[in-house]
T-cell receptor, first 113, second 110 residues
Framework: DADVTQTPRNRITKTGKRIMLECSQTKGHDRMYWYRQDPGLGLRLIYYSFDVKDINKGEISDGYSVSRQAQAKFSLSLESAIPNQTALYFC????????????FGPGTRLTVT | QKEVEQDPGPLSVPEGAIVSLNCTYSNSAFQYFMWYRQYSRKGPELLMYTYSSGNKEDGRFTAQVDKSSKYISLFIRDSQPSDSATYLCASAGSADGLTFGKGTHLIIQP
């Protein structure tokens, strides 16, 4: 089984809809991250969490919210989706002892029409 | 200007060639320098990392960091078609999150 899983893998939704992307990990890591990847822009950090009670905004948090339900679960929500949120979304986990190493999930391809 | 700059390519080379991938960064606080590899329809995976300046070698791969010029390099010797992927350089000062370059799409022609 994969160490970092994301659901759904693909999603098409309409403008204005609320959508949640979910991430689960079995690596036992305390740190979890959400990134989005766009052609020509690379990977950009949306939110990160160092433990259940710690949530931090990243480079591009506007229009997104997150919830850390447990050490192993970190969800990303788009309260009212808009077309420019169409992107590939990745969840990642990390161990605080090794800040250079993050483990990425397989990604969720989100299309907002 | 992004804190980590990387030419997106594509870079196409024949099998067996030496590949040179490069990035520049602007944040002097960065201490960790990484190369991630991403195959199509997959998440990135860590290939190599370097702490501060210097070289690190792992098989056919060599990572190099020059902090005086803020330059990050990855060299691939005896390149193989299986090396075809997008290579992302990344930097970090702490564990807040990694700052990625845009990624270079590498194609190794058989």
């Amino acid at each position: 089984d994969a160490d970092v899983t994301q659901t759904p893998r693909n999603r098409i939704t309409k403008t204005g809809k609320r959508i949640m992307l979910e991430c689960s990990q079995t690596k036992g890591h305390d740190r979890m991250y959400w990134y989005r990847q766009d052609p020509g822009l690379g990977l950009r950090l949306i939110y990160y969490s160092f433990d259940v009670k710690d949530i931090n905004k990243g480079e591009i948090s506007d229009g997104y919210s997150v919830s850390r339900q447990a050490q192993a679960k970190f969800s990303l929500s788009l309260e009212s989706a808009i077309p420019n949120q169409t992107a590939l979304y990745f969840c990642a986990t990390g161990n605080g002892q090794f800040p250079y190493e993050q483990y990425f999930g397989p990604g969720t391809r989100l299309t907002v029409t | 200007q992004k804190e980590v700059e990387q030419d997106p390519g594509p870079l196409s080379v024949p099998e067996g060639a030496i590949v040179s991938l490069n990035c520049t960064y602007s944040n002097s606080a960065f201490q960790y320098f990484m190369w991630y590899r991403q195959y199509s329809r997959k998440g990135p995976e860590l290939l190599m990392y370097t702490y501060s300046s210097g070289n690190k070698e792992d098989g056919r791969f060599t990572a190099q960091v020059d902090k005086s010029s803020k330059y990050i390099s990855l060299f691939i010797r005896d390149s193989q078609p299986s090396d075809s992927a997008t290579y992302l350089c990344a930097s970090a000062g702490s564990a807040d999150g990694l700052t990625f370059g845009k990624g270079t799409h590498l194609i190794i022609q058989p």
